[in-house]
């Protein structure tokens, strides 16, 4: 995209769709900050590589944005379990309520990978909607497919972590 045409597209893109793409960075992310990043991310693809072509901007960006999130996501995650190896790790001076710290983190991220080894397209569409951010509609159209597919897919989501929750806690976790 280049010249003055360009840059008033994107400008009349970003006024129109960066509170869209701040949610969906958001329920995803859980961070103002990285949020706010993944927004400005967004809209540097869009201004370096323009929007010629696209029928439905929003539909677009909201795909850009659902990507760029969990690839941010993604590289929080191994941010945290390398910290939260750190502390493990680490020799453990006394502390009141360290067991339950260790504990309550191992839980977490015992729920994160197991969520991380759902099928792909179940565990995309239980993260855009069990944050409760966006709609079945709105997960569907980042998600390229119908509503009733990603209620499928939520459904099939949250049935497999209560197995394996089961298998591994012996504790019956009803949908």
Not at 89 to 102: D, N, W, Y
Request: proline share 2%; hydrophobic share 45%; aromatic share 6%.
């Amino acid at each position: 995209m280049s010249g003055d045409a360009g840059a008033l597209e994107v400008e009349s893109l970003v006024r129109e769709h960066a509170r869209l793409v701040f949610r969906i960075a958001f329920s995803v992310v859980r961070n103002y900050a990285d949020a706010e990043d993944i927004v400005q991310e967004v809209f540097l693809r869009v201004a370096r590589h323009g929007a010629k072509g696209v029928d439905d901007p929003k539909a677009w960006l909201s795909r850009i944005a659902w990507r760029a999130s969990v690839d941010r996501f993604r590289a929080i995650a191994r941010n945290a379990q390398e910290e939260f190896d750190e502390r493990v790790h680490a020799p453990l001076r006394h502390r009141p309520g360290i067991e339950s710290e260790v504990i309550s983190r191992q839980t977490l991220a015992m729920l994160d990978r197991l969520i991380a080894r759902l099928p792909r397209k179940e565990r995309e569409a239980l993260l855009l909607t069990s944050i409760d951010e966006l709609s079945g509609a709105e997960a569907a159209r980042i998600l390229g497919t119908t509503e009733t597919s990603v209620r499928a897919r939520v459904f099939r989501a949250r049935q497999r972590l209560a197995e394996k929750l089961q298998k591994i806690t012996g504790v019956s976790y009803g949908c």
